[in-house]
């Protein structure tokens, strides 16, 4: 493992900026004390500093050597998630109800932590662009940044990302050279019958039978409507209904997530899952109310802009430690509007192994500090090797 002197030199203080954040997580669109801690430290390094792109964004613009016109972006998420921490350690989160369960923490210092060592060093020719994005977890950050003006205000010709992994080893990585996690779309169905009596069922339309129907008709969509060489998930994580024992209601609410690779199958899935609830409700003789909520396109990478970040990876962590065209996860991750509008690339970087309750979104989750100094001379690197000076 190769990491740069002076950002190893810093490790104590970026330690305690990541134990900063970590104490003081903030959901989507609410990130106001985080990015203000970001700007600060952006400015202190004498980096041009720009906030409220995407509301809580912020974005740091820094000139390297010479006179060369291109230009990155490298973005890292700064939400934390609305869930309660459970670790007793002297940085936990002193939010209730709010926890960086999924290493925001530690992606926004790994860049503020490059930013520093750039900052100092210039060791490039061209402009970087630092993106500190807000909303990951469901919020469409990412979208919102772009929405704004991201790429037209801050002209870039590439963007890359990178996400910590605890599920894989501490000095690995993991690299696609095309799809790396899929499309994340939600679906929410209510079924509304005649409510009455339990003990007279034949004077009601009872619409629990009917939503008990759906549920396990939808578990054949991936069997039978997808190819088995495809990959897909169909799950239902919300049935709700009736209030007492002696009563049967009048709606069943039912919901839950599609997730797929590719565009046509993302396509199918939203169509089968429509028609078949529509079909079993009219058999049951209920009515049914459909409401389809696209998400998270799929992140797909670039496979040229795959292999140099892998190559970058590689001369941080040594040879053979990258695991090129692994298998994509069924998570989502708004990375992936960025990379529709420019191409780019996404790596997982190993920080585990980690117990089964501390993985990702798991209430006693901590990000591995020792990937600190690892993950902010990748993004050196990076830069380094893609604006050469």
């Not at 973005?75 to 350690?89: G, H, K, S, V």
């Not at 679906?187 to 003990?199: C, K, L, N, Q």
């Not at 024992?245 to 565009?263: E, K, M, Q, W, Y």
Request: net charge negative; aromatic share 8%.
């Amino acid at each position: 493992m190769t990491v740069i002197n002076s950002i190893a030199d810093r490790a104590d203080e970026h330690r305690g900026w990541r134990h900063e954040l970590h104490m003081h997580p903030e959901i989507g669109y609410e990130e106001e004390w985080t990015s203000a801690f970001i700007a600060t430290r952006l400015a202190e390094f004498g980096i041009e500093v720009h906030r409220g792109m995407g509301k809580t964004g912020v974005v740091g613009v820094l000139r390297g050597r010479g006179d060369g016109t291109r230009a990155i972006g490298l973005r890292a998420d700064i939400d934390a998630l609305p869930m309660q921490e459970l670790n007793e350690f002297d940085h936990a989160s002193q939010n209730p109800g709010r926890m960086h369960a999924c290493g925001h923490d530690g992606h926004t210092t790994m860049l503020l932590g490059a930013a520093q060592y750039l900052a100092e060093t210039r060791n490039f020719d061209g402009t970087v662009y630092f993106i500190f994005q807000p909303a990951e977890e469901g919020g469409a950050g990412g979208k919102a940044m772009i929405d704004d003006g991201l790429f037209t205000q801050f002209e870039m010709e590439t963007v890359w990302g990178l996400h910590n992994w605890p599920a894989m080893p501490a000095g690995e990585a993991g690299i696609h050279s095309g799809v790396c996690m899929a499309n994340a779309d939600s679906f929410e169905i209510t079924v509304t019958g005649r409510g009455g009596h339990a003990a007279m069922p034949h004077l009601t339309v009872d619409p629990i039978p009917c939503g008990a129907a759906i549920v396990q008709s939808l578990q054949t969509i991936v069997s039978r409507r997808v190819s088995p060489v495809d990959a897909a998930v169909v799950s239902v994580t919300l049935f709700q209904a009736g209030s007492t024992h002696n009563v049967i209601p009048d709606t069943v609410s039912l919901g839950g997530t599609a997730r797929s690779f590719s565009a046509e199958t993302r396509v199918k899935l939203e169509e089968a899952i429509r028609e078949m609830s529509q079909t079993i409700a009219a058999s049951y003789h209920c009515e049914l109310d459909f409401q389809w909520h696209p998400g998270y396109p799929a992140t797909v990478n670039h496979a040229a802009e795959a292999a140099r970040a892998g190559t970058v990876m590689e001369a941080v962590l040594g040879a053979s430690t990258v695991t090129r065209d692994m298998e994509p996860s069924m998570g989502a991750e708004d990375f992936a509007f960025m990379l529709e509008e420019r191409p780019g690339a996404y790596i997982w970087l190993g920080s585990g192994p980690a117990p089964a309750d501390a993985q990702l979104h798991g209430a006693r989750y901590d990000f591995n500090d020792e990937m600190l100094p690892v993950g902010a001379t990748y993004w050196a690197r990076l830069v380094e090797s893609e604006l050469p000076v």
